[in-house]
């Protein structure tokens, strides 16, 4: 069973539309959560954090947690071609493995023009 | 503010071969996390170091090994190397004494195995 888990995609966007993005994991414990996103042949780079339940917004982006619900989801406004990437979402699980990341496959995102 | 870096940016090596890699934190973290990142897979969790010791580590053989130094960079060791070994090896740091889990990666090194 995996861990934590994602839609592969392709998730097709038009430009200037919202993306929508959702992640669930499995481990009740899991204390945060992370949003990356990965251009083709880069490394992954930090979106956004989340710790609580409910929605944390930065800029074009929305990092939503429910924690009862065991999930937590990415809104993406105003979405743009330059968007277009692998998202992953990341997740700790626990006290006991604070600071091992478990990671989903990714979803990739293509914005259409 | 320095970024993580990480050394060398490419590497070929043949099976059985051994493998160094390296890593400097982003200025003011102390904590180093290994990442193995396959094609089309998120990245799977190697170890992570604190203060010069191995605080957790994910499901990887012996055959990968690591260090911190005092200045807080890192190396991952990788012996007897299978051509499954081939990946992205991300390096990610963080501050662990009072801080949040949140990761920074560096670029990666790209790790073909013939």
């Known amino acids: 069973q995996k861990e934590v888990e994602q839609n592969s995609g392709p998730l097709s966007v038009p430009e200037g539309a919202i993306a929508s993005l959702n992640c669930t994991y499995s481990?009740?414990?899991?204390?945060?959560f992370f949003w990356y996103r990965q251009y083709s042949g880069k490394s992954p780079e930090l979106i956004m954090f989340?710790?609580?339940?409910g929605d944390k917004e930065d800029g074009r982006f929305t990092a939503q947690l429910n924690k009862a619900s065991q999930y937590v989801s990415l809104l993406i406004r105003d979405s743009q071609p330059s968007d277009s990437a692998t998202y992953l979402c990341?997740?700790?699980?626990?006290?006991?493995?604070?600071?091992?990341?478990?990671f989903g496959a990714g979803t990739q995102v293509v914005v259409t023009p | 503010d320095a970024g993580v870096t990480q050394s060398p940016t490419h590497l070929i090596k043949t099976r059985g071969q051994q493998v160094t890699l390296r890593c400097s934190p982003k200025s003011g973290h102390d904590t180093v996390s290994w990442y193995q990142q396959a094609l089309g897979q998120g990245p799977q969790f190697i170890f992570q170091y604190y203060e010069e010791e191995e605080r957790q580590r994910g499901n990887f053989p012996d055959r990968f090994s690591g260090h911190q130094f005092p200045n807080y960079s890192s190396e991952l060791n990788v012996n007897a190397l299978l051509l499954g070994d081939s990946a992205l090896y991300l390096c990610?740091?963080?501050?662990?004494?009072?801080?949040?889990?949140?990761?920074?990666f560096g670029p990666g090194t790209r790790l073909t195995v013939l």
């Open positions: 989340i710790y609580s339940n």
């Open positions: 990341a997740v700790n699980m626990g006290s006991d493995s604070w600071g091992k990341l478990q």
């Open positions: 481990d009740r414990g899991s204390q945060s």
């Open positions: 990610a740091s963080s501050l662990g004494r009072g801080g949040t889990d949140t990761q920074y």
